[in-house]
């Protein structure tokens, strides 16, 4: 999977710098072209010989090379990567990457990149679980960054904790799970569902719920990391557009119903992750509603169910995936939703799950296929969940 491919190995300043002679050393191995970039401090650490020999490439730190009026071309760098990796990436050069910042060369190489960036992490515990660091970590990934988690262990400080820099072994299995799954779902058409659902009472009041989209999104951008059209039809989020993928905003239930409608025909796999309202007001007020009387009567009518109504014309090359989010008798009702929407699977979140569910950026799920088979899986981000739902609808409906 690497064999040919242009990697960028950036090197920052910690001591897990000495691992990325390593980690160089076995992307070489594999045929990859490896360009290294240091920090001047890095430098510090591990020295640029050992990286230029093993790289077979003078390493690149600075702008301008010896004063000659001759530099390093940080745009030409950005768009020759087919992959960019930190390794170790400092707490300082990912605050810097969150920011903008561009005062070295490798700065501005990342602000210039098209391809793929991965982080691996590296300091000391404390630095680690710190709020900004783990905020810092967070935002590279809204912004379409890797991160490669930092693994437990023994730091430099000898201390024992998370924070260590990802052996080189399990960074290099990072890439390749990238590059292999890279065009995986390429030709393949997939709408995905997000959101809450408004319904308006009057111009000024709605019925809602708390979900915020999140897990739909990051679902739609998993499969889109993996080469599919992705169709996201959006109900009420505040989430950033993914990369490559299309969205369509549909406020409520009935419109979310007409945008998947009309699409549906075309779509190979259809992910319903939407909070659609099961009920709207019977009339929508033209007027905002005074407060006259002591009460007041709602009357509710019921919303199209979209998923239901699209699976009772589910075509046999049509993979329609649901989710059921349960506080009481979790799998019976799920099983239930499974068949009578006409899924192939079911992906069912429990409330009584800490940390799963709405408004978390975790989620724990378990997933059930009409074939009989369930998994479970652990608490995990959102991120990481979206790629075990996308890797599941691969192994049980693709290969
Ligand atoms: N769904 C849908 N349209 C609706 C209601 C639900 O497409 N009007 C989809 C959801 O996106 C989810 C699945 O159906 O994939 C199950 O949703 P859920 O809210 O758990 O179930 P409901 O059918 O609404 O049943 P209940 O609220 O009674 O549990």
Not at 63 to 74: I, L, P, Q, R
Not at 89 to 106: E, M, P, Q, R
Not at 210 to 216: A, D, F, N, V, Y
Not at 353 to 377: L, Q, V
């Amino acid at each position: 999977m690497i064999q040919g491919k242009k990697i960028i190995v950036i090197v920052t300043a910690s001591i897990a710098a000495y691992k990325s002679a390593l980690f160089v050393r076995l992307l070489i191995k594999q045929g990859a072209d490896v360009q290294v970039l240091m920090s001047e401090s890095a430098t510090e650490f591990i020295t640029p010989l050992t990286l230029s020999t093993l790289s077979k490439k003078p390493v690149l730190i600075d702008f301008v090379k010896d004063k000659t009026g001759e530099w390093n071309n940080h745009v030409d760098l950005g768009l020759w990567a087919d992959l960019i990796v930190f390794a170790p990436a400092s707490a300082n050069s990912i605050a810097k990457c969150v920011h903008g910042l561009c005062d070295n060369l490798i700065s501005a190489v990342y602000l210039s990149a098209k391809c793929p960036v991965f982080f691996a992490p590296a300091m000391d515990l404390d630095m680690y679980k710190h709020p900004s660091t783990q905020s810092n970590l967070k935002q590279l990934q809204i912004y379409g960054n890797h991160i490669i988690p930092s693994e437990f262990g023994e730091l430099a400080s000898g201390l024992i904790g998370e924070g260590r820099m990802a052996e080189p072994e399990h960074i290099v299995e990072f890439i390749e799970k990238y590059f292999s799954s890279k065009n995986i779902f390429s030709g393949k058409k997939v709408l995905i569902t997000a959101g809450a659902t408004q319904e308006a009472i009057d111009p000024v009041r709605f019925i809602s719920n708390h979900s915020t989209g999140k897990m739909g999104y990051a679902i739609a951008e998993n499969f889109a990391q993996k080469g599919a059209e992705v169709t996201l039809v959006s109900g009420i989020t505040s989430l950033p557009i993914p990369q490559n993928v299309k969205v369509v905003k549909a406020p409520s239930a009935q419109e979310m119903f007409e945008a998947c409608h009309n699409i549906i025909e075309d779509i190979d796999i259809c992910v319903f992750s939407a909070a659609v309202a099961d009920y709207r007001p019977k009339e929508m007020a033209k007027e905002k509603i005074k407060k006259n009387s002591p009460e007041m009567v709602l009357e509710l009518v019921k919303n199209v169910d979209i998923a239901a109504t699209l699976g009772k014309n589910k075509k046999s090359n049509q993979t329609f995936v649901g989710f059921a989010l349960e506080t009481n008798n979790e799998t019976e009702n799920a099983l239930k939703k499974l068949e009578s929407k006409n899924f192939d699977m079911i992906i069912l979140n429990s409330l009584q799950d800490a940390g799963a569910g709405f408004a978390h950026d975790t989620n724990k799920i378990s997933i059930m296929t009409r074939a009989g088979k369930r998994i479970d899986f652990e608490l995990k981000s959102k991120k990481d969940v979206a790629d075990d739902i996308v890797q599941t609808i691969l192994q049980e409906k693709f290969q």
